[in-house]
């Protein structure tokens, strides 16, 4: 009896581990993970004011972290394997060359290895970071389960991410295979609304060679744009390439609202991606016009569609570490 008890009992927890490795691990996040495990003090609020500091003098931070948070969870999920450096690994690949970012996480991880060592992981720190930029730059403040361990991997070639010259149905596609809906996909490219780019990524694609053509230009793109970026921003000479375009109006660049959704219904996105969302016959056009006119609510959207990002499989418990440096496994 005792044999067959403890055969049970083996079979049990070998079933349980099963599971919980099939979930990811997000079952065992929590809000207030690390309540009472850094001594007297608070992890989300030194993180908070250290973001908060940032933001004051470096306004850029906010897309950079949007973005570092997206290339991070889209590749093995949100693990910190962008964060490592050395060759081949995923900070190497070639979509990830321009990610910033990086300086601010370590020194949010060095100030809390002196507080507590060796408690908190890369990987939430990236996603509370991320969590308070939002909310300093006006959007919505939303809660964030904690209790990401650090994944000992980090290669260049697992790294895909969509293109800037993806149509909507492509677009689509890749989210989908990450378990985002059409829906929530337009929402995540609202984190454009602060984000910027550069001229070398449409003078070939949108204002030069549009479909492979020489002096062709993108018909979708408006007329005045055009003229513009041509004459004065994005001249076709390699000199340009670098020159900044901001991806929603100047004056909202650094707040996050749905203007951007607005800019697309004039024609006034810069990247192919993101026009491409209201293009004729897309099923996400409708959505774009439902954002832009708020009959639905991109400011609540916004905070639930980064909160399913920083929750895409997700290492907990005993799997992976917790490194104390986050740009080197331990």
Request: proline content about 2%; aromatic content about 6%; hydrophobic content about 40%.
């Amino acid at each position: 009896m005792a044999l067959v008890a403890r055969t049970r009992t083996v079979l049990l927890v070998a079933v349980l581990t099963v599971l919980g490795l099939a979930t990811g691990g997000v079952a065992q996040l929590k809000n207030g993970f690390y309540t009472g495990k850094c001594g007297a003090n608070d992890v989300e609020t030194i993180v908070q004011g250290l973001v908060k500091a940032r933001v004051a003098r470096d306004a850029a931070i906010v897309a950079q972290l949007l973005r570092l948070q997206f290339h991070e969870c889209a590749i093995n999920g949100c693990d910190a394997g962008l964060l490592v450096d050395g060759p081949g690994t995923e900070k190497t690949a070639k979509p990830n060359l321009s990610v910033k970012g990086y300086d601010l996480i370590a020194a949010i991880k060095t100030e809390l290895e002196k507080r507590c060592p060796g408690v908190v992981s890369c990987s939430d720190i990236e996603i509370l970071a991320t969590r308070d930029a939002v909310a300093l730059a006006g959007g919505q403040r939303y809660a964030v389960r904690t209790g990401r361990r650090d994944r000992r991997r980090s290669t260049a070639t697992d790294v895909k991410l969509p293109k800037e010259e993806d149509t909507a149905a492509q677009a689509a596609s890749y989210f989908g295979s990450l378990g985002f809906t059409e829906l929530e996909m337009v929402v995540l490219l609202g984190a454009h609304t602060v984000g910027v780019t550069h001229c070398s990524k449409i003078k070939k694609t949108r204002l030069y060679s549009y479909g492979g053509k020489a002096n062709s230009t993108d018909p979708s793109l408006d007329p005045s744009d055009v003229a513009v970026y041509k004459k004065f921003v994005c001249p076709n000479t390699a000199s340009s390439d670098n020159n900044i375009l901001y991806l929603d109006t100047q004056s909202s660049v650094s707040r996050i609202d749905n203007s951007y959704y607005k800019r697309l219904q004039g024609r006034h996105g810069v990247l192919s991606v993101d026009q491409n969302l209201y293009a004729n016959g897309a099923s996400t056009k409708r959505h774009v016009d439902n954002l832009a006119n708020n009959v639905i609510d991109f400011s609540s959207l916004f905070p639930k569609a980064l909160i399913k990002l920083s929750e895409l499989k997700v290492l907990t418990g005993m799997q992976g570490e917790v490194r104390k440096v986050c740009s080197r496994f331990n």
